[in-house]
């Protein structure tokens, strides 16, 4: 089970950022795959989850609004685009998998990637 992110970088507030997530040697059709993120000195948050099975999604209300998932046809990348960036997005964010239904706790996922670093500056 190997997944790996893409897309992070450095943007002005305001901007916008398409983070993937892919997944290697497995299917994420049967999971829930959330998306996470770590600022320096603060704990790990879930930012959002797609159920791969039904489509449905959840936010957290941070980023309601100006994130959106999504999944591929071929379920084996998910998308997360973030829009309306504002600096405290700053953040490592990760992409993980496991559970088999949909939520933003970190301690219900059991594979994770190692990060994409997201940097807004003002």
């Known amino acids: 089970v190997q997944l790996v992110e893409s897309g992070g970088g450095l943007v002005q507030a305001g901007g916008s950022l398409r983070l993937s997530c892919a997944a290697y040697?497995?299917?994420?059709?049967?999971?829930?795959v959330g998306w996470f993120r770590q600022a320096p000195g603060k704990e790990r948050e879930g930012v959002s989850c797609?159920?791969?099975?039904?489509?449905?999604?959840i936010y957290a209300d941070s980023v309601k609004g100006r994130f959106t998932i999504s999944i591929n046809n071929a379920k084996d990348t998910v998308t997360l685009q973030m829009t309306s960036l504002k600096p405290e997005d700053t953040a490592v964010y990760y992409c993980?998998?496991?559970?088999?239904?949909?939520?933003?706790?970190?301690?219900?996922?059991?594979?994770w990637g190692q990060g994409t670093q997201v940097t807004v500056s003002s």
């Open positions: 797609i159920s791969t099975s039904d489509g449905r999604t």
């Open positions: 993980a998998t496991g559970p088999e239904t949909v939520t933003t706790e970190p301690g219900d996922y059991a594979y």
């Open positions: 040697g497995f299917t994420l059709g049967y999971y829930a």
